[in-house]
């Protein structure tokens, strides 16, 4: 068997098991992915918990973010904006006063393009929801007076009052019973399995380790049929 054909032969082989390995990291990192998912969806559906017996007047957190939650408080009317999505869609952002004055950013739900938003229930009345951590910047641009998104910080310059470290959205059956459409929730993750990314990075290091593997093989094997060739030129 010829040199070149050897060196293909080790070639394809080796690129052949380098890409086996990447294709079973890359199906740890689904399995990780799935067990988030699934994670945040249990979290979502406990049981809810008061908000409030969770998060601190000193601004510390208890593990209540991504949970179904209740708060007891009234609605500032007056302070209610839209928070404009890249896709366009529009979230109702409403302020609700809790007792000790600190006020819970809710989403109450979506409205179409155009439609007025409804005014807040009045009174003291108890809400219900997924309380969710704040969330990122974003980078398109909105009308005056709206949002991108449910950023906390930038919240803070248009509300006076010291806001709670999170805002919670409605399920869709209190949206519909307030006007509104149902806005979508992004759950938080980050409790899937970390040994699945332990298998994920190992099975690409074993990968990049075949392929350094195979490179050398393919090397040596030209090195030997090129000194075997000299050999044979020296000889004759």
């Excluded at 208890?62 to 896709?87: F, H, I, N, S």
């Excluded at 910047?137 to 906390?152: D, I, K, Q, T």
């Amino acid at each position: 068997m010829g040199i070149r054909v050897r060196q293909w032969l080790v070639a394809v082989l080796g690129t052949a098991v380098c890409v086996a390995m990447l294709g079973l990291g890359l199906w740890q990192m689904r399995v990780f992915e799935d067990k988030e998912n699934e994670s945040a969806a249990l979290r979502a559906q406990q049981p809810p918990v008061a908000l409030l017996d969770l998060v601190n007047t000193d601004g510390t957190v208890g593990d209540v973010y991504g949970k179904r939650v209740t708060v007891e408080g009234r609605y500032l009317p007056e302070q209610q904006l839209l928070v404009v999505g890249e896709d366009g869609t529009l979230r109702v952002l409403s302020a609700f006063e809790v007792d000790d004055g600190r006020v819970l950013p809710v989403v109450r739900g979506t409205v179409a393009s155009g439609a007025a938003a409804p005014t807040p229930p009045a009174g003291r009345i108890t809400q219900g929801g997924i309380f969710l951590p704040s969330e990122a910047g974003a980078e398109h641009s909105v009308p005056a007076g709206a949002l991108p998104s449910v950023r906390l910080p930038a919240l803070a310059q248009d509300w006076p009052q010291q806001l709670l470290p999170g805002f919670v959205t409605l399920p869709a059956q209190d949206s519909a019973a307030q006007g509104l459409g149902e806005a979508t929730v992004s759950l938080p993750t980050g409790e899937g399995s970390i040994q699945n990314i332990g298998y994920a990075l190992q099975w690409w290091v074993f990968a990049a380790f075949g392929a350094f593997m195979t490179v050398r093989f393919v090397r040596a094997l030209g090195v030997k049929g090129t000194l075997g060739t000299l050999s044979s030129q020296e000889e004759e």
